[in-house]
């Protein structure tokens, strides 16, 4: 195995998880503000979205906390 390849493996799974968290994030604003806008705006909807804490989804701290391994794994063969 290449030394490289914990590195390119480590910033994947943070970008991975990254990407993961920012997507959830959008869609609990889009749901938000469809909320807002639409018909059941008079339903009493609240001033602010629900977002995501990082932990809800299960597949968020997986991907960081294998990233950070892999990359300091990486790191420290070299």
């Known amino acids: ?3 490289s390849n914990p590195i390119l ?3 994947l799974f943070l970008i991975s998880g990254a990407i993961l968290y ?3 994030k959008m869609m609990a604003y889009i749901l938000w503000a469809a909320h807002r806008m639409g018909p059941a705006s008079s339903e009493g909807w609240p001033h602010k979205p629900d977002i995501p804490s990082l932990f809800e989804n299960w597949f968020v701290p997986i991907f960081l906390t294998l990233g950070i391994y892999l990359l300091v794994k ?3 063969n070299k």
Request: charged content about 25%.
């Open 1 to 3: 195995m290449k030394k």
């Open 9 to 11: 493996s480590g910033t």
């Open 22 to 24: 920012s997507l959830e």
């Open 74 to 76: 990486g790191l420290l």
